[in-house]
């Protein structure tokens, strides 16, 4: 019997996932729950965006998009209901494999990045073929890729049911800078309660300019909160 393999992938096609976050740079969206009905499926999303409004309005108006429902919404995060045309999402190719998602995908600059689990290479080939058959796939990108197993690969739900991917992907989100300077307030007591340094403070180690600092931290939560959120719900 022949290695299964984990893989991660990026993918750029028409959907309104992508072109949400194309449109939004400082918008993410993950997939928690969906569900197929004849040629439509309904996604469970949760928003993430200084502007949630303005792209829900936009999500409204996408020509694959057939209605929005609007669960919950705060100043920076929306939980969305959407029914969409299932033709032009990556799962409707994916469910024509022997490859199996393992956690929910994570859009953000205009890119669904997956990651996956193929009983062989050649699933996983054939399924990245398919892909790039497909007129509206723009890009597809394979990152990285890892052989294991078959008996091993049966206890990858044990990472998936974790968060184990969830986690790492929530590292790969954040940019070179917003990452530093999310470290740099954990590591000198900002989430603390009480605070332990400013934005000022953070600002003179750093010699980055307050409002500009800030900016970077207020993105990088942006990114990473609804990725902790899926995890704590699985906890």
């Not at 490859?99 to 890119?111: K, Q, R």
């Not at 689990?117 to 399924?127: R, T, V």
Request: one cysteine or more.
């Amino acid at each position: 019997m022949s290695d299964s393999v984990i893989f991660e992938v990026n993918v750029n096609h028409l959907c309104w996932f992508c072109d949400v976050t194309e449109k939004n740079r400082d918008a993410s969206l993950v997939s928690t729950i969906s569900s197929i009905h004849g040629n439509n499926i309904t996604n469970i999303v949760q928003l993430s965006s200084p502007t949630p409004k303005k792209d829900i309005n936009f999500i409204k108006n996408h020509q694959l998009v057939k209605s929005v429902e609007v669960l919950m919404l705060q100043p920076n995060n929306a939980l969305l209901k959407v029914v969409s045309s299932y033709e032009a999402m990556t799962y409707k190719i994916l469910h024509q494999t022997n490859v199996t998602l393992l956690e929910s995908p994570v859009t953000t600059d205009g890119i669904d990045s997956e990651i996956l689990l193929a009983d062989s290479h050649k699933a996983m080939n054939e399924l990245l073929s398919k892909w790039k058959d497909q007129k509206d796939y723009y890009e597809i990108k394979l990152k990285k890729k890892k052989y294991v197993k078959p008996e091993d690969a049966h206890g990858l739900n044990v990472f998936s049911t974790s968060g184990f991917f969830d986690l790492k992907a929530a590292k790969e989100l954040l940019s070179e800078k917003q990452l530093e300077v999310f470290r740099l307030a954990c590591d000198y007591g900002y989430y603390e309660i009480p605070k332990m340094v400013t934005i000022e403070q953070l600002a003179e180690r750093t010699g980055i300019a307050p409002s500009t600092l800030a900016e970077h931290l207020r993105k990088a939560e942006t990114k990473l909160l609804p990725i902790f959120w899926k995890v704590l719900k699985k906890m």
